[in-house]
Structures are given as structure tokens and as C-alpha cells.
């Protein structure tokens, strides 16, 4: 098959996949857009938004859709790395077994990441950067693909553990989800106080799925887009030559060589379900909010002030 006739056809698999998923979710168009993006590009997602606005349910109704094994974790201040990654027992026989965890899955829900100690947190960098993991000196690959789909509450910060840069670095796209509008909470209150209860029908296999992660590497992209992504991540670094006046008064950090690959594959991704073959600058300003908003680490002054990360990357953009 042609690569011209796979965009064609990602373009009405991707809209059927939407409307699927608009069964269960109501509203929140841009959360289900950068997930579905994070997983066509083969990253991580970090979703952050106050309880009850169906984070859980997003991740669980985006995995049915796409007809992917699911596990979801419960990270709790006394969950060890064993509980994520597995660990080895003696059989009958007195030999190791080894018994994989539920990081062996296809889609990994993180629930409220930032509530476990960075020990285990960092059981998960391996997973996902490597797609593998490292239990007792022998080497597992993991099932492809694989997406780690973290969640995190902004506001009870109590008890909880930051996430380190590194690991924060690791997600492709930092997703907050905000309240839903009057019309569709009506909705939503309407739909989940009766007996409704949508089938999902899933619409992809794991191996479409890795297909469509290599056409979208495939996507050639023009020099300027490249040196305009390159740019932008640069004039978010305060003691670059580039950085504008606002960034070297509000951030003590700017975004690392990811955020500009990471721009790219998510300007590609958003170019093809929207039916082009190579995208231009519009599609990386499309994507650049929730790429860039948690890698730059903003200062005092911007938090006395009030100013925003996403309000630094719009004047950016």
C-alpha cells in the first residue's frame, strides 16, 4: 500500500476512533486529540486536571478503542518497584521464576504518579524509554506497542512526591484537562445517571498501530519547519542569545533537545489525521503547548506575578 493511500485511510480510522471514544467522553476534544496523538507518535502521556474530570475513564475507553491490553497501577506512597516491574520467586523446583508485572501491558495507566516515592517512579523511566525492563540482571523487552498514560491532581499537593525533570521529560505531552462547559456537563450528568451503557468497538490491532507509528516517521518535513521547531525550543532557554526579554525575566529553565524531536513527531502525527503529507509551522504551533508546558521551569518572579507556562509559550509562539 502507498503511503499517500495509508494517510488517506489513518484520516477515517482516526475520525471513526474519535467518535468512538465521544460515546463515553464527553467534551475535553483536546485531551482525546494530544493523547490519540502521543500514542500514533509512540509517546508518553501526562495527564494533570482536578478529580472527577475522567481521566481514568479517558485512558480506559482510549485502550478499548484501540483494542490494546490495559493495566492500570495505583501508585500509593508504599508501592515498591517489584509491584510494577514483577520479581523472581522459587517453583516448586527450586529454581527462579520470574512473574511479570502489569508494566508487561500494552497501555499502562499511571494513576496519580506523583502520590509514590521517586525510587519507584524511576522503575518506570527504564519501561519507558528503553521498552524494557531490568529485574535481578536479566533483560525483558516489553510488548509492542507500549504507552505509559500517567495521571496527576494539581491541586492536593499534600504527601505527594514532584516528579523529577527527567522522568517529566520523558512524556511526550503534558495534557490538562480542564472543566467541561454547562452544556456538556448536562451531558455528561444526563449519560452517566441512567442505565446507558456505550460498547466500545475496538478499531485498531497492536500491529496497525506499529504501523502507523513507522508511516509517520516515514513523513518527510520540509527544513524551515525543522529550524523553526529548533528555534522555538532554543528561545525558551534563558541564557540562550535568542531568548526573549520574557524568558529571561520568568524561567530558570528551558526545554532540552526532546522537546524539538518531540515537536517534530507531533507536528508530523497532526499533519496526517488531518489529512496532509508533510506539515508545515501551523501544525507545530498546534502541538507546542502541551510538548513544551512541562519541560521550562518558570521562577519566582513569574509565580508572584501570576504568570503562567502556558501564557510564556503563546507569547513564544
Same mark, same amino acid.
Given at each position: ?10 484520516? +477515517? ?5 474519535? =467518535?468512538?471514544?465521544?460515546?463515553? @467522553? ?27 474530570? =475522567? ?15 490495559? #493495566?492500570? @497501577? ?5 508501592? !515498591? ?15 527462579? #521464576? ?24 524511576? =522503575? ?12 535481578? *540482571? ?20 499534600? *504527601? ?11 512524556? !511526550? ?16 450528568? #444526563? ?64 526545554? *532540552? ?18 489529512? +496532509? ?7 507545530? #504551533? ?14 519566582? +518572579?513569574?509565580? =508572584? ?8 509559550? +503563546?507569547?513564544?509562539?
Amino acid at each position: 500500500m502507498s503511503d499517500v493511500k495509508a494517510v488517506k485511510d489513518l484520516v +477515517k480510522k482516526y475520525n471513526a476512533l474519535k =467518535a468512538e471514544i465521544g460515546k463515553v @467522553i464527553i467534551g475535553q476534544q483536546e485531551a482525546v486529540n494530544f493523547t490519540l496523538l502521543s500514542i500514533l507518535c509512540g509517546g508518553h502521556s501526562l495527564l494533570v486536571g482536578v478529580p472527577g474530570l =475522567a481521566k481514568t475513564l479517558l485512558v480506559n475507553t482510549v485502550s478499548d478503542a484501540l483494542g490494546l491490553n490495559f #493495566k492500570r @497501577i495505583q501508585f500509593t506512597p508504599d508501592l !515498591m518497584p517489584s509491584d510494577i516491574l514483577g520479581s523472581e520467586i522459587l517453583d516448586e523446583n527450586r529454581h527462579f #521464576k520470574f512473574i511479570k508485572g502489569p508494566v508487561f501491558s500494552n497501555i499502562i495507566l499511571a494513576d496519580e504518579i506523583n502520590r509514590t516515592p521517586p525510587k519507584t517512579q524511576a =522503575a518506570l523511566l527504564e519501561a519507558m524509554q528503553e521498552r524494557s525492563v531490568t529485574v535481578s *540482571g536479566n533483560h525483558y523487552k516489553l510488548d509492542l506497542p507500549f504507552f505509559v498514560l500517567a495521571t496527576q491532581n494539581p491541586i492536593e499537593q499534600e *504527601g505527594t512526591y514532584p516528579l523529577p525533570e527527567a522522568q517529566l521529560d520523558r512524556f !511526550m505531552f503534558s495534557i490538562f484537562l480542564e472543566y467541561p462547559s454547562f452544556e456538556e456537563e448536562v451531558a455528561v450528568v #444526563k449519560s452517566t445517571t441512567s442505565l446507558n451503557n456505550p460498547t466500545i468497538t475496538p478499531l485498531f490491532s497492536s500491529e496497525e498501530i506499529v504501523e502507523v507509528q513507522k508511516l509517520i516517521r516515514k513523513i518527510p518535513v520540509a527544513d524551515n519547519v525543522i529550524e523553526y521547531a529548533v528555534s522555538l525550543v532554543g528561545k525558551t532557554r534563558p541564557k540562550s542569545k535568542e531568548a526573549a526579554e520574557l524568558v529571561k525575566s520568568y524561567l530558570d529553565w528551558g526545554a *532540552g533537545p526532546r522537546a524539538s524531536q518531540n515537536l517534530i513527531l507531533a507536528a508530523k502525527a497532526h499533519a496526517a489525521v488531518n489529512g +496532509k503529507f508533510s506539515p508545515d509551522i501551523e501544525d507545530v #504551533k498546534a502541538v507546542a503547548i502541551p510538548i513544551l508546558s512541562h519541560r521550562i521551569v518558570k521562577n519566582y +518572579k513569574a509565580e =508572584a506575578e501570576g504568570i503562567t507556562i502556558s501564557d510564556i509559550v +503563546k507569547s513564544l509562539l
